[in-house]
């Protein structure tokens, strides 16, 4: 079982920027691929970001791309989701998630999740 917990949302003006933090423990968690998701109000569940067991290969979508940067640190268990230039439009709940397999699809173990609200 793998455990994950997500700090670093809050309330931040336009074009301001905030970094999210998720925190692994359990099983070899630090060796699984991981992904931050967002989900904003009265909408599905959006992929962000992920990032490989070793954080030597990313991807992020095209909407954050520029703006957004996924990265790692093993030896703390923790991956980062950078944001910067903030728009309203990013303000949603965050999730990070482990996925096992590697397969970019099947993500196993979810985090509670941070509020990330962005003003105008």
């Known amino acids: 079982q793998v455990q994950l917990v997500e700090s670093g949302g809050g309330l931040v003006q336009a074009g301001g920027s905030l970094r999210l933090s998720c925190t692994a423990s359990g099983r070899t968690s630090s060796n699984y691929p991981m992904g931050w998701f967002r989900q904003a109000p009265g909408k599905e569940r959006d992929f962000v970001a992920r990032i490989n067991w070793s954080g030597g290969s990313t991807y992020v979508r095209d909407s954050v791309k520029g703006r957004f940067t996924i990265s790692r640190d093993n030896a703390k268990n923790t991956v980062y989701l950078q944001m910067n230039s903030l728009k309203p439009e990013d303000t949603a709940v965050y999730y990070c998630?482990?996925?096992?397999?590697?397969?970019?699809?099947?993500?196993?173990?979810w985090g509670q999740g941070t509020q990330v609200t962005v003003s105008s």
């Open positions: 998630a482990a996925n096992p397999s590697g397969n970019n699809r099947d993500y196993i173990y």
